[in-house]
């Protein structure tokens, strides 16, 4: 359970949120909508932890536990992340070093054994059929274009199957 | 009116130590003649300073507080225990030890027909004619004052001669290691023929047993001929406390084809220098490196290349990463003469910085007096980039693994060149100890 309790908090020294509270029960979906400007990125940031985001009042509960002391990775772990619009790609850095990274700080974080690389491509290749990623992206070495794609449909994936984790993203009309 | 330069310790240091190493390093009369004349030219000149261009960013003068007397042979057991920098069963090891070259520690088996191996002292000693030539050079080379030093002090080497269209399957790796205490300094030159349509890796590693301020200078002048490939790549992996000289002379010949690769991971003062010049047309090069810098460290990459001849390529790509207080210095001048039609270069130098006191300096140059040419160049220099590490961070993956993957990203663009599978992979090894190292 996510919990928003009179949240305040500024950017570069503009006060964006005055007083939101939200709760949102295991199981709920939100949107939240609002014309450009009215917050709903900055929100976002805050629950995710970025840098330069000032919460000036009020507080936010996951599972009962404050979160805005942890950091980014932190609350990731803890079930708490921000499924981006559009994901970045990292120049030089492969999608399946990356991805085995996340994956594995998650499982660390839970207590599980870390996967090895072949267990680990093991696992992407029957994901990536689930989600009709065809070997043709060659996913270790797709192209930017691939990646983003893959990068996409992982998200939509999370978002889909957000087990208890709360999504928390940026809902701008595709 | 010239003011006498005030002598620093280490100049003191220089003047004391050549009259008494001069006739008891190799050579004959004339040797000694052309050593005279090298050291002759630092000893006029005093150590340089800010004020001359080419040592702006490091100040030799003011850097070099001392300089150790001349190492004496190394112990040979010390040096057979040392773990190989690079695991490659492939390579052909040549060792020099404490400035001499150990033919008994290296691997001469079988050597391929067309390559040829022997001792620059025993060939200094016994005034060979063409060693003799291949130790001139142009007065700008020859008067820098790394390049001096050596040439004054120098105890060995290698000259290694590859034959027209001799192609040398096993890389060459030269293995420069200096063992003991006190601290002391070491000067070895190598001289590198590459025939015609010839084809060889040369791969450098230089390195010390001991944690003290070695001062180490290695000088490599290779002549690549005409549609020959040299592949040579350097690490430098010196301790923290030494002092790394190190020059390349490159003469890339007609339709040839060079790549250099240079990693400074180590030592207090570092510079590396690169001579290079086309002297022949449609030849292509690459010159490349990463540095790696904590501490109050210093290192410097310096480039001089005459793109001398029509219709040749080169990249430069240069890389550091900068912790701390340490500093990085890139230098790179092209000059292009009239008539270099069809040049095509371009260079480009980046650094990441990691703390708010490390401090990059890059100096591009270009000369060019050619009309139809391609001459490009590029420096960046920035921190971690906040989107990426923070978009890392929102997956779960903890700081410091985060800025590792990034900063390996970062060096990865020059490190992915380096052809040589085992010296590619000795080398993103290291590179993550450096990371590990620095999470810690």
């Not at chain 2, 300096?361 to 220099?381: M, N, S, Y």
Request: proline share 4%.
């Amino acid at each position: 359970m996510l919990e928003i309790k009179n949240l305040h908090a500024r950017v570069g020294g503009r006060e964006i949120l005055k007083g939101l509270t939200l709760t949102v029960n295991p199981g709920e979906v939100h949107a939240i909508m609002g014309p450009n400007g009215a917050g709903k990125s900055t929100l976002s940031y805050i629950l995710a932890g970025k840098d330069d985001y000032e919460v000036t009042d009020g507080e936010v509960l996951l599972n009962g536990q404050s979160i805005l002391d942890l950091a980014p990775n932190e609350r990731s772990v803890a079930g708490l992340f921000l499924a981006f619009q559009y994901p970045i790609e990292i120049p030089g850095v492969a999608t399946m070093t990356f991805l085995k990274a996340a994956l594995n700080a998650h499982r660390k974080a839970k207590g599980d054994k870390e996967l090895t690389t072949p267990e680990f491509m093991k696992l992407v290749k029957g994901v990536a059929e689930k989600l009709n990623i065809t070997s043709e992206h060659h996913l270790g070495h797709a192209e930017a274009a691939g990646q983003r794609r893959l990068l996409r449909r992982r998200e939509e994936a999370r978002r889909d199957h957000a087990d208890g984790a709360v999504a928390a993203g940026d809902l701008h009309p595709r | 009116m010239a003011a006498t330069p005030i002598q620093t310790p280490a100049e003191q240091a220089l003047a004391a130590l050549y009259p008494a190493e001069r006739t008891s390093l190799p050579g004959t009369a004339d040797v000694i003649a052309i050593r005279d004349a090298a050291f002759g030219g630092v000893e006029k000149s005093g150590l340089p300073h800010r004020r001359v261009e080419d040592w702006k960013y490091t100040d030799l003068r003011a850097r070099l507080k001392t300089f150790p007397p001349a190492a004496g042979p190394a112990d040979v057991a010390r040096v057979l225990i040392a773990a190989p920098a690079v695991d490659d069963d492939k390579a052909r090891r040549l060792v020099i030890a404490n400035g001499r070259y150990r033919p008994e520690l290296s691997d001469l088996n079988g050597l391929e027909p067309g390559l040829s191996v022997f001792s620059l002292a025993k060939a200094l000693e016994a005034g060979d004619a063409d060693v003799l030539a291949a130790l001139k050079l142009e007065d700008a080379i020859a008067t820098n004052t790394a390049v001096a030093l050596n040439t004054a002090f120098m105890t060995d080497g290698l000259v290694i001669v590859v034959a027209d269209d001799a192609v040398i399957e096993r890389p060459l790796e030269l293995v420069h290691i200096a063992e003991g205490e006190p601290a002391a300094s070491t000067a070895v030159r190598h001289l590198v023929t590459v025939g015609k349509g010839a084809k060889v890796t040369l791969i450098e590693t230089v390195e010390s047993l001991d944690t003290v301020a070695h001062h180490s200078n290695v000088m490599t002048v290779i002549n690549v001929g005409e549609g020959a490939a040299v592949d040579h790549i350097r690490l430098q992996l010196e301790p923290d406390e030494a002092v790394s000289l190190t020059s390349l002379v490159a003469k890339i010949g007609q339709g040839a084809s060079f790549d250099t690769f240079n990693a400074a991971l180590g030592a207090s003062l570092a510079r590396a220098q690169i001579f290079a010049e086309f002297t022949g047309r449609d030849a292509r090069a690459g010159f490349r490196g990463v540095t790696m810098l904590n501490g109050r460290r210093h290192a410097d990459t310096t480039l001089f290349l005459v793109h001398g001849a029509e219709n040749c390529r080169s990249r430069e790509l240069y890389k550091a990463v900068i912790d701390d207080e340490a500093r990085s210095v890139f230098a790179g001048r092209i000059a292009v003469p009239s008539h270099a039609q069809k040049t095509d270069a371009r260079m480009m130098t980046a650094s990441l910085l990691l703390s708010e006191e490390a401090e990059a300096d890059a100096k591009p140059e270009l000369e060019i007096f050619a009309d139809d040419v391609q001459c490009g160049h590029g420096a960046t220099c920035g921190a971690i980039d906040d989107d990426l590490l923070f978009y890392l961070l929102s997956r779960g993956i903890p700081k410091t693994e985060a800025e590792s993957m990034l900063i390996l990203a970062f060096l990865g663009e020059a490190i992915d060149e380096i052809q040589n599978q085992a010296v590619h992979d000795a080398l993103i090894h290291r590179v993550e100890g450096w990371l590990k190292a620095r999470s810690a």
